[in-house]
């Protein structure tokens, strides 16, 4: 009887949205602002849920990530989220889950070279696109079309890097951008360090940019502190970047950084883990999930500083 009792209220408490779920959760790195407030996301949402998540850092290698996507599995987790190393890794993760029936859902990256989703697999993330457009826009408006110009790129292969690179450039070829003149571009892989010295090389090579342009904000803030300690003065730049990371935000508070495009860790770490639990339930589930980018400038600055 009391075995009776405890499996009616076992199906009762399920029923009621909570959830008994284990989910495996392997991120890119663990080392990055965006991805950290990402990861958090995911952790809290799972709290809230009553679900396990089990977390991994892949330390930005791509065979790590792979044997993590196969020790889950062989774990027998009831999910998979997966922020990628690589766009172009995107296939053999998807396979693995694949070939073993377990719920996969990419999170932020859109996967490479895949035609489509398996069965029980999706995506929930941002358009990389919509960023370097807005992004590349504004920073444009801001130097009236004109000035010499450097473009610091994430790590080459990723969707982020491919997406907001490739709007930052048509942005710069349209007729109101024209004057803009891109003296270089090189990748400093998402990182603030290496940003701040290639900003310094730059500088010392003689490129002294009226506008730099970063596909995130740890770049962006790079850039800034290779500019302030060379001197040159926060109003002669215009320094664009994307994620609208807390450090991001108080550097623009402070007159640093003019533009940044807010990415919704919260929208995409709640719906990533909704949409693999609505999938390891057998729920109705969309594949594609779109959580928009948002435009920050000093001038709606206010409204972002608590976000995330």
Same mark, same amino acid.
């Given at each position: 009887?009391?075995?009776?009792?405890?499996?009616?209220?076992?199906?009762?408490?399920? #029923? +009621? *949205?909570?959830?008994?779920? +284990?989910?495996?959760?392997?991120?890119?790195?663990?080392?990055?602002?965006?991805?950290?407030?990402?990861?958090?996301?995911?952790?809290?949402?799972?709290?809230?849920? #009553?679900?396990?998540?089990?977390?991994?850092?892949?330390?930005?290698?791509?065979?790590?990530?792979?044997?993590?996507?196969?020790?889950?599995?062989?774990?027998?987790? /009831? *999910?998979?989220?997966?922020?990628?190393?690589?766009?172009?890794?995107?296939?053999?993760?998807?396979?693995?889950?694949?070939?073993? *029936?377990?719920?996969?859902?990419?999170?932020?990256?859109?996967?490479?070279?895949?035609?489509?989703? %398996?069965?029980?697999?999706?995506?929930?993330?941002?358009?990389? @696109?919509?960023?370097?457009?807005?992004?590349?826009?504004?920073?444009? !408006?801001?130097? $009236?079309?004109?000035?010499?110009?450097?473009?610091?790129?994430?790590?080459?292969?990723?969707?982020?890097?491919?997406?907001?690179? !490739?709007?930052? @450039?048509?942005?710069?070829?349209?007729?109101?951008? =024209?004057?803009?003149?891109?003296?270089?571009?090189?990748?400093?892989?998402?990182?603030? +360090?290496?940003?701040?010295?290639?900003?310094?090389?730059?500088?010392?090579? *003689?490129?002294?940019? =009226?506008?730099?342009?970063?596909?995130?904000? @740890?770049?962006?803030?790079?850039?800034?502190?290779?500019? =302030?300690?060379?001197?040159?003065?926060?109003?002669?730049?215009?320094? $664009?970047?994307?994620?609208?990371?807390?450090?991001?935000?108080?550097?623009?508070?402070?007159?640093?950084?003019?533009?940044?495009?807010?990415?919704?860790?919260?929208?995409?770490?709640?719906?990533?883990?909704?949409?693999?639990?609505?999938?390891? !339930?057998?729920?109705?589930?969309? %594949?594609?999930?779109?959580?928009?980018?948002?435009?920050?400038? %000093?001038?709606?600055? /206010?409204?972002?500083?608590?976000?995330?």
């Amino acid at each position: 009887m009391k075995k009776f009792l405890l499996a009616t209220a076992m199906t009762a408490l399920m #029923g +009621t *949205g909570a959830y008994a779920e +284990t989910i495996g959760v392997a991120m890119s790195l663990f080392d990055d602002n965006y991805l950290t407030v990402l990861r958090q996301n995911i952790q809290r949402h799972a709290d809230d849920l #009553g679900v396990t998540v089990q977390m991994e850092d892949a330390q930005g290698d791509i065979a790590r990530q792979q044997s993590q996507i196969e020790n889950f599995v062989a774990a027998g987790v /009831d *999910g998979i989220i997966v922020m990628l190393v690589d766009a172009d890794s995107g296939k053999a993760m998807s396979d693995i889950a694949a070939k073993a *029936g377990v719920p996969l859902v990419f999170v932020n990256m859109l996967p490479a070279n895949m035609d489509g989703f %398996p069965e029980k697999q999706a995506w929930v993330g941002s358009d990389e @696109e919509q960023a370097g457009n807005l992004e590349a826009s504004e920073v444009c !408006k801001l130097v $009236g079309g004109q000035g010499d110009t450097v473009i610091l790129m994430g790590q080459l292969g990723t969707t982020g890097q491919r997406g907001r690179t !490739k709007a930052t @450039e048509e942005v710069l070829a349209s007729d109101a951008c =024209k004057g803009m003149n891109v003296l270089d571009k090189q990748t400093a892989n998402w990182m603030r +360090t290496p940003a701040l010295d290639l900003m310094t090389n730059w500088m010392t090579s *003689g490129i002294k940019p =009226k506008a730099v342009i970063a596909n995130n904000d @740890e770049m962006a803030l790079g850039a800034i502190q290779a500019l =302030k300690a060379a001197g040159v003065s926060m109003d002669d730049v215009v320094i $664009g970047g994307v994620d609208a990371t807390q450090d991001a935000l108080a550097a623009m508070k402070a007159g640093d950084l003019d533009v940044t495009v807010y990415q919704s860790a919260k929208g995409q770490g709640e719906g990533s883990l909704d949409t693999v639990l609505k999938i390891a !339930k057998g729920e109705a589930f969309e %594949p594609m999930v779109h959580v928009p980018f948002e435009l920050v400038t %000093p001038a709606n600055l /206010d409204q972002y500083m608590a976000k995330n």
